[in-house]
């Protein structure tokens, strides 16, 4: 499983006094308030930043990073990503899961048969949506409910699915 995992990626900077703009990737943007640090991603290596101030600005986040005090100096950050360790990670619930930590689980039907491995998860709203990629080269949406998800192992990285009538027709 990853170390790190990713809770926002800088879109741009955000005024002159060298604050960013983060669009998050995490499902709780206020989380932001409860981080002191944030590793950025700088393609070669991550730097741990301090946060100064934090604010809310329509789907973005504002941050302003210590050191960090004008434009020109935000401006390497734009695109990079921001993640936290698992350590600082917020807990999960019962039945929930990273993102990252389901991608590439082996994906296995009610019949015990190997159906592929999950890509992606589609965050619809409603519910999520597990991308698999089948062993024949297809692709299947799985709808993320208790009827289709039987039982996630992250122990041995599989999940044991049952397929809905009608899902593999499409």
């Known amino acids: 499983m990853e170390d790190l995992l990713q809770v926002g990626?800088?879109?741009n900077t955000h005024g002159v006094r060298g604050e960013v703009k983060v669009f998050p990737?995490?499902?709780?943007?206020?989380?932001?308030?409860?981080l002191k640090t944030v590793l950025l991603d700088t393609g070669a290596q991550t730097r741990e930043m301090k946060i100064e101030s934090?604010?809310?600005?329509?789907q973005f986040v504002i941050l302003k990073f210590q050191?960090?005090?004008d434009m020109d100096a935000a401006l390497p950050f734009k695109g990079k990503s921001l993640l936290v360790r698992r350590q600082d990670a917020v807990r999960l619930k019962k039945d929930e899961y990273f993102i990252a930590d389901l991608i590439n689980l082996e994906v296995y039907d009610d019949a015990d048969q190997l159906l592929g491995v999950v890509?992606?998860?589609l965050q619809t709203g409603a519910n999520d949506v597990y991308a698999v990629r089948m062993t024949d080269g297809r692709e299947?949406?799985?709808?993320?409910?208790?009827e289709c998800v039987l039982n996630i192992d992250m122990?041995?990285?599989l999940m044991r699915v049952h397929?809905?009538?009608g899902l593999l027709d499409l």
């Open 140 to 146: 299947l949406l799985l709808p993320a409910i208790k």
């Open 67 to 69: 050191g960090i005090d």
């Open 54 to 58: 934090v604010r809310f600005f329509k």
């Open 163 to 165: 397929v809905m009538d």
């Open 119 to 121: 890509t992606d998860v």
């Open 155 to 157: 122990e041995k990285r």
């Open 9 to 11: 990626v800088i879109s």
């Open 25 to 34: 990737t995490t499902d709780d943007a206020k989380r932001f308030k409860k």
